[in-house]
């Protein structure tokens, strides 16, 4: 039988293997740096952060309230500030639940929750180690389980493709994996269960099923308990790719836990109800409440003879299995051929946004990025204002299953917006022209970013053009935080 064989190496791997680190990223001038932190180490910087300005502000759920709550689990609060404000006109609590990013991970949201009275969960609070005995005998338990697991030779058969296992690759890993997450996992399956049953929660406002936090509680709580999905991100522009984009939804793998899915619009709707099994009640349209606040920003119009490009990037993410190492060197090649081509145009000022979430692939993309003069490079600055001052916006996307919500952002600032695709697949399917310019060759690209930069007739033209489709992708435009409280009330 084929095998794979394993060699020692002395290189650092672990800045691509985030299991036990959290990734803290920021500008020195005009490029991005990333350093790593223990998640323990995280946990306890927070922890220490949130307890100090927490109790000065007032800002902890007293657990012994008798509110009815509305729940917001995993919220970045600034982003969501309209929405808060919104359900705190609410006769509930409006609580929020971070156990990653801090509710409270700037001064603006200091201000946001303190000024609409909005409480955070402190989950330590309720669970006792040393009161409950459940907990150890639990873990002991697991931990014999997981033991026998690691021994079992059916995973070398589990972890194949076509007779060649990869179970000697990943096995070790995946140990340290469980070895190191089960302790805080259980412990949280066992406060999530304490607070749901002593706190009066009403419902529960989720922005995905898939993360820790949101699946043990959605695993954890009652009937009595409203839980509610909101969409969060942007996919569902191009008809002509619902089947491809199908194979990937979490709805298609892991169905919909929640009891309802509020979407953006028509266009998410449609998309649901030709393609899922979820019940037609379950799904709701309420707009984007996030993009409230965006609409209130005035898109500047240049009138200097220098024109702003922002190139956003979308990572390679491991989400389908497909990426590699020739996906690398193919993003790499049409990122030098549009940096080329635009630096061939006068008067151009161009700006890089990587996405902002944890990917190996954006240290690949800071890596190359290095080299290249003459640009400024952001990974986690505010969009908003970066998106107002360009005068043109261009998307590379490695796959198109993935989503990217700084296009549709582009749109609403009624800024032109290419998409320049990597999968070949578009090729397969009658790629957009409007409002959204999808490509998939670097002579086209050549051609369009030429009219679009020369030719003034032309890109009035695009823009014009943006009006009609964005309102079958965003319902409510401006008024979707009243609409969802308007639903949920």
Request: proline residues 3%.
């Amino acid at each position: 039988k084929n095998k794979i064989h394993t060699f020692d190496s002395n290189l650092n791997n672990e800045k691509s293997f985030l299991t036990n680190k959290i990734e803290l990223r920021f500008n020195i001038l005009s490029k991005p740096c990333t350093f790593y932190i223990s998640k323990k180490n995280y946990s306890s910087l927070k922890k220490i952060y949130e307890n100090f300005f927490c109790k000065i502000n007032n800002l902890w759920l007293d657990k012994k309230t008798s509110k009815e709550i509305i729940l917001l689990v995993e919220f970045n609060t600034s982003t969501y500030e309209e929405m808060i404000r919104t359900l705190s006109k609410s006769k509930k609590q409006v609580v929020v639940l971070n156990r990653r990013r801090s509710a409270i991970w700037n001064k603006n949201s200091i201000g946001i929750l303190k000024s609409n009275n909005v409480k955070i969960l402190d989950p330590e609070k309720f669970f006792d180690l040393h009161t409950d005995p459940e907990f150890a005998l639990e873990h002991k338990r697991l931990n014999e389980n997981l033991h026998e697991l690691w021994k079992s030779k059916e995973l070398f058969s589990i972890f194949s493709v076509k007779e060649i296992s990869f179970w000697p690759l990943i096995k070790d890993r995946l140990k340290k994996i469980y070895d190191y997450r089960l302790d805080d996992y259980l412990k949280f399956i066992f406060q999530s269960r304490n607070f749901l049953t002593q706190l009066n929660i009403k419902k529960i406002i989720c922005l995905g099923e898939s993360g820790e936090t949101e699946n043990v509680l959605l695993q954890s709580v009652e009937n009595d308990v409203d839980s509610i999905l909101l969409q969060h991100s942007f996919l569902r522009y191009n008809p002509e790719l619902k089947k491809l984009q199908w194979k990937y939804e979490d709805q298609n793998m892991l169905g919909l836990t929640c009891k309802k899915f509020f979407l953006w619009g028509n266009s998410d709707l449609n998309y649901f109800l030709e393609n899922s099994k979820i019940q037609k009640d379950q799904l709701i349209i309420s707009g984007s409440p996030r993009h409230d606040q965006f609409l209130q920003i005035k898109s500047s119009t240049n009138s200097h003879t220098t024109k702003n490009i922002l190139i956003t990037l979308s990572p390679i993410s491991e989400r389908s299995g497909l990426g590699d190492t020739n996906l690398i060197i193919k993003y790499n090649y049409f990122l030098e051929k549009i940096l080329k081509i635009l630096n061939e145009f006068n008067d151009l000022k161009i700006t890089v946004k990587l996405h902002p979430g944890e990917n190996p692939h954006n240290s690949i993309l800071i890596d190359f990025l290095k080299n290249q003069s003459n640009i400024t490079v952001f990974q986690i600055k505010n969009p908003n204002e970066l998106i107002k001052k360009s005068d043109l916006m261009i998307n590379i996307s490695p796959e198109l299953y993935d989503s990217s919500t700084i296009m549709l952002e582009g749109l609403l600032l009624r800024k032109p917006v290419i998409q320049l695709s990597l999968d070949d697949e578009l090729s397969k399917v009658e790629p957009l022209k409007s409002p959204i310019i999808q490509i998939s060759e670097i002579e086209h690209f050549e051609q369009v970013i030429s009219k679009i930069i020369n030719d003034e007739i032309y890109r009035k033209e695009i823009i014009e053009q943006i009006s009609n489709k964005l309102n079958d992708y965003l319902s409510f435009q401006g008024n979707s935080s009243a609409k969802f409280l308007e639903i949920i009330e």
